[in-house]
């Protein structure tokens, strides 16, 4: 009755993915992954050797190659780390990182090199002994685990998700990154076939996280 199972939570900017993937990994002792950490993480890595996205793919892939990643976990959370070292939050959520993160991840290369690694944590998870793993993105129903246990798609209508996103005193074009993640060629942001859709407009954290701990326990 036990069964590992992967739960993919997928969509836009600032529709609750974190709060309410934390929070449903930590009530079921899952394992939880940010995959936006990664993209957020190899755009600032990048940017900090000088590399802007107009420099092109080939410059991209040329960078990406003495990039060497690893997991640190911290309680219910797993972690990328960059050559063994902690990159903290506060230098993945600049505004120079929201403005450029959407274009390296549109790059094929960049999701080639990260896809791998992002497959890898349903082991790790395993191996630590969590109960499941908890996956939240924008591919991870589609692309990295579309034989999820349980996939759900969060949504909320842009004027919501602009007002949470000003709330936590963030300047963030979500509505262009959103653009950017939906028209691009590889791994666009889509509803998941066979997932559930969760329209979180008019619903408060507690209530998402509820009505997901139960699609959960029904899966
Ligand atoms: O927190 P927020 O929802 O604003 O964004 P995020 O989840 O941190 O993701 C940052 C960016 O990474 C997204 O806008 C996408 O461009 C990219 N991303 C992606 O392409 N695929 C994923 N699975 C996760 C994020
Ligand atoms: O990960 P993602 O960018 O999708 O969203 P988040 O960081 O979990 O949530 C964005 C903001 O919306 C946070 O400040 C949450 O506290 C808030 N939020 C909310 O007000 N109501 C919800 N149902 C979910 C999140």
Redesign the pocket.
């Known amino acids: 009755s036990m069964k590992f199972k992967t739960v993919a939570i997928d ?1 836009g ?8 993937s934390k929070e449903c990994a930590k009530t079921l002792n899952y394992m939880h992954v940010d995959t936006g950490s990664h993209y957020r993480t190899i755009a600032y890595i990048l940017l900090d050797k000088g590399i802007a996205p107009s420099l092109g793919e080939d410059a991209v892939s040329q960078a990406l190659k003495g990039v060497e990643i690893s997991t640190l976990i911290f309680g219910n959370s797993a972690r990328m780390s960059v050559g063994g070292k902690e990159i903290e939050d506060s230098l993945i959520r600049t505004d120079k990182v929201n403005q450029n993160v959407s274009l390296f991840a549109a790059m094929p290369q960049v999701r080639e090199f990260l896809k791998g690694y992002q497959r890898s944590m349903e082991g790790v998870a395993k191996e630590k002994n969590f109960a499941g793993l908890v996956m939240e993105g924008r591919d991870i129903g589609s692309v990295i685990f579309p034989n999820a246990e349980i996939k759900i798609f969060l949504d909320a209508d842009e004027e919501t998700r602009r007002k ?2 000003a ?2 005193g963030i300047s963030d074009s979500i509505s262009k990154r959103d653009a950017l993640d939906k028209n691009r060629k590889t791994a666009p942001l889509v509803r998941p076939e066979g997932s559930v859709l969760i329209d ?1 407009s008019n ?3 507690e209530e ?1 996280i509820a009505k997901t701990l139960a699609l959960i326990a029904e899966a």
Do not use: D, H, I, Y
């Open positions: 969509g900017a600032a529709v609750g993915k974190s709060s309410v949470r996103r709330n936590e979180t619903m408060s954290k998402v």
